[in-house]
């Protein structure tokens, strides 16, 4: 299993970004998966998931309103659309998958896998 997450960069406060994350060794017709990130001196957050594979969503209150995901399982790849962005956004950020099966509220308890190495995320003037 493999998870390569890229689109980071340096933004402006109100800038957008888009993240994506190839995913390789298992299919997303049957994992879920989702992005998290990780701030200096914080603690890890689950941002948003997929709960199940119907496209149930889960997006961490700190995001929602703001941050999209979206995948296209054809191409294996789980995106992250990032507008409004804050200085508080400022992380690696971090696709992972959950292969075991945790349930629907994974992504709020970090219960996962397999991740990637990350992409960094700052926001700032």
């Known amino acids: 299993v493999q998870l390569q997450a890229s689109g980071g960069g340096l933004v402006q406060p109100g800038g957008s970004l888009r993240l994506s994350c190839a995913a390789s060794?298992?299919?997303?017709?049957?994992?879920?998966i989702g992005w998290f990130r990780q701030a200096p001196g914080k603690e890890r957050e689950g941002v948003s998931c997929?709960?199940?594979?119907?496209?149930?969503?889960y997006y961490s209150d700190s995001v929602k309103g703001r941050f999209t995901i979206s995948r296209d399982n054809a191409k294996s790849t789980v995106y992250l659309q990032l507008n409004s962005l804050k200085p508080e956004d400022t992380a690696v950020y971090y696709c992972?998958?959950?292969?075991?099966?945790?349930?629907?509220?994974?992504?709020?308890?970090?219960?996962?896998?397999?991740r990637g190495q990350g992409t960094q995320v700052t926001v700032s003037s």
């Open positions: 992972a998958t959950d292969l075991t099966g945790y349930g629907t509220n994974w992504c709020e308890r970090l219960k996962y896998d397999e």
């Open positions: 060794g298992f299919s997303l017709d049957h994992y879920v």
């Open positions: 997929f709960t199940r594979n119907d496209g149930s969503t």
